[in-house]
């Protein structure tokens, strides 16, 4: 019986770096606040990784396509039921995150004989204002990450997740370097750029962010192997979701390629 806690600990640490190797190749995805509203922005290979859940709520993963699936309708069914019982304006993707999604996942990762989940997520929720938009990144561990923590503290106009904790940081320090977006063009040019240095980073060799001739060049290599996928949530529209057709994603691609 003494041993038990070690062999707990033990084999929470051997299921965190099994998850984190199964995460690590993962393609990042990239969240910009604009004055208009929210995009979210990412490159795949073969399947989607950006999705509607509600209203003013969408989601983008990282992981295996199945837990990203179940996680997904998880949400749709929470604002959905939330929204029916209450008001579409009462769906708050804050406490959607922190009393249901988060100790799911907790519990998951705990529980040592189950399964946990294969995923990390980046939820987005659009305010009536840049001030109130809100990123908030879920962690296969139940861990939370927001952008926007309330009242004294530093808002975040981004959001990131990738396969590497050590590429969402880079990507967040370019992202703190740089201007905020002002409009959709803008917000689109600056998510290419971060993503780009995600997946630079993604690799061991690199540890420093690149510069811009290199990551102009990293891009131009790597693009060609991606498909884009982008959404925005326009603040003030009457259909806030709508996908960004990949023609306008391809102007900016081309110029970030150099």
Do not use: C
């Amino acid at each position: 019986m003494i041993d038990e806690p070690f062999r707990w600990v033990e084999a929470i640490a051997n299921r965190r770096e099994y998850i984190e190797n199964e995460l690590a190749t993962g393609s990042p995805t990239v969240g910009i606040s604009y004055p208009e509203g929210q995009l979210l922005l990412t490159f795949g290979r073969d399947r989607r990784k950006i999705f509607e859940i509600y209203d003013r709520i969408a989601m983008g993963a990282v992981g295996h396509p199945g837990d990203i699936e179940r996680l997904r309708m998880t949400a749709i069914e929470l604002s959905s039921s939330e929204g029916f019982t209450r008001s579409a304006t009462d769906v708050s993707l804050r406490r959607m995150v922190t009393y249901s999604f988060s100790p799911a996942l907790k519990q998951a990762f705990e529980q040592i004989y189950g399964a946990p989940y294969l995923a990390r997520v980046l939820f987005a929720e659009v305010g009536e204002t840049p001030e109130t938009d809100l990123f908030i990144r879920l962690d296969y561990d139940g861990t939370i990450k927001a952008s926007n923590m309330g009242i004294g503290l530093k808002r975040e106009w981004f959001g990131v997740i990738a396969g590497t904790k050590r590429a969402a940081q880079q990507v967040e320090a370019y992202l703190h370097g740089a201007s905020p977006a002002q409009t959709l063009e803008e917000a689109l040019g600056l998510a290419v750029k971060a993503w780009g240095v995600g997946l630079f980073s993604a690799d061991e060799d690199h540890q420093e962010l690149p510069d811009a001739d290199s990551l102009r060049a990293f891009l131009g290599e790597q693009l060609p192997n991606y498909t884009a996928e982008a959404a925005v949530m326009e603040r003030k529209a009457r259909v806030t979701y709508t996908p960004v057709p990949p023609g306008e994603i391809e102007k900016v691609v081309a110029r970030s390629r150099g």
